[in-house]
């Protein structure tokens, strides 16, 4: 059996995510089940392709990635595997595999065929996650599963707005320690800062200097840093940036040039 991670939007508190378990254990019991989240925000694909891009390049070759986020956004009950360097990815064609793979190009998409009775989705995405569990067990081609896509529902990730002096960005995701996480890259201001001093704006709070870690500031001081995800971070040394500082999904932050 293949390692099995699981990324959902389906949270703790009820019994939907033991009962997915339970359907793949049923199956087999030697399955290596691994939880990437369960506390995705709901319908949250954006969240969601934050996290598991950053999460599956650390998993060995063959592993397959479940993406139970959002699926009943899909008119057509269509679902897709794709096959990305050796490991594969399982979810609904709701637009969650253009933000997770919109920096890629070697991708494969399948698909997959589903003969289902039911009108429950989930009840058929159940059906189709076993399906895929047995092609990928047993090193089968995807195209068992059905036939290779090309084209799949499209979300869009809003870009910064770059100027000769100024990167315009915004807040897209808040992890648990209430840090500010935006949509600007390291990529992005290595490529627009040309030696040129600058400062980070947010909510009239400014700062001039980028920290390579959360403890090169005093505890309860902010700073920001490129993750090691490589996006623009806000932070409070064992504080909680987003609240204190008035941080939330979509607030602007700027970085000015001089």
Do not use: W
């Amino acid at each position: 059996m293949p390692i099995i991670t699981l990324t959902s939007d389906l949270g703790l508190k009820d019994h939907y995510v033991a009962a997915l378990k339970g359907s793949i254990l049923s199956e087999d019991q030697s399955s290596v089940i691994v939880d990437i989240s369960h506390l995705i925000q709901p319908y949250n694909i954006l969240e969601a392709s934050y996290i598991v891009k950053n999460t599956y390049p650390t998993f060995p070759e063959g592993t397959l990635h479940v993406l139970f986020i959002n699926i009943g956004d899909n008119d057509k009950n269509r679902f897709i595997i794709a096959e990305h360097k050796k490991q594969f990815f399982v979810g609904s064609d709701n637009g969650i595999f253009s933000l997770l793979f919109s920096e890629e190009n070697e991708v494969k998409y399948y698909e997959i065929e589903h003969t289902s009775s039911s009108t429950a989705v989930s009840e058929i995405f159940l059906d189709v996650l076993i399906r895929v569990i047995k092609v990928v067990s047993s090193g089968s081609e995807l195209s068992g599963l059905g036939r290779r896509v090309h084209e799949l529902s499209q979300k869009s990730v809003i870009q910064p707005v770059i100027y000769s002096d100024v990167i315009r960005g915004t807040v897209f995701y808040i992890d648990r320690f209430h840090n500010a996480i935006t949509n600007i890259t390291r990529k992005i201001f290595n490529g627009n800062i040309k030696d040129r001093k600058y400062s980070v704006i947010f909510n009239r709070n400014i700062l001039v200097k980028l920290s390579e870690d959360y403890a090169d500031v005093p505890e309860g001081e902010m700073l920001c840093m490129f993750n090691s995800a490589g996006y623009l971070e806000i932070a409070i040394n064992k504080g909680k940036a987003s609240s204190l500082l008035g941080l939330e999904l979509g607030s602007n932050v700027l970085i000015e040039f001089e």
